[in-house]
């Protein structure tokens, strides 16, 4: 199994940008979807996370900002980020709760870099 993340850049303060991530492998079920962000000499925190059945959950800092979402075909969660601040600048990685057969394990994607200009 591989979450692939995709779409970080460098955008202007008050721009968007649009993460993107995509399971592969063998799966069963994906579960739990989310993202954290980890900025140079802080610890990694949770962004947002969505369950297989939609409900979701923000962090305080980007509530009406960012949308999560996740298209349960495709196995694919997305990370739609609005206003963007200098402080969201980070690595954002992706992370997935996958039913392998019987087996539940939490996996991570390699990480996208997302640099926000004043």
């Known amino acids: 199994v591989q979450l692939q993340a995709s779409g970080g850049g460098l955008v202007q303060a008050g721009g968007s940008l649009r993460l993107v991530c995509a399971t592969s492998g063998s799966i069963s079920r994906v579960n739990f979807m989310g993202w954290y962000r980890q900025a140079p000499g802080k610890e990694r925190d949770l962004v947002a996370a969505i369950t297989s059945g939609g409900s979701t959950n923000y962090a305080d800092s980007v509530k009406g900002r960012f949308t999560i979402s996740r298209d349960n075909a495709k196995n694919t969660v997305y990370l739609q980020m609005n206003s963007l601040k200098p402080e969201d600048s980070a690595v954002y990685y992706c992370?997935?709760?996958?039913?392998?057969?019987?087996?539940?394990?939490?996996?991570w994607g390699q990480g996208t870099q997302v640099t926000v200009s004043s």
């Open positions: 992370n997935a709760e996958i039913t392998v057969f019987r087996t539940t394990i939490n996996y």
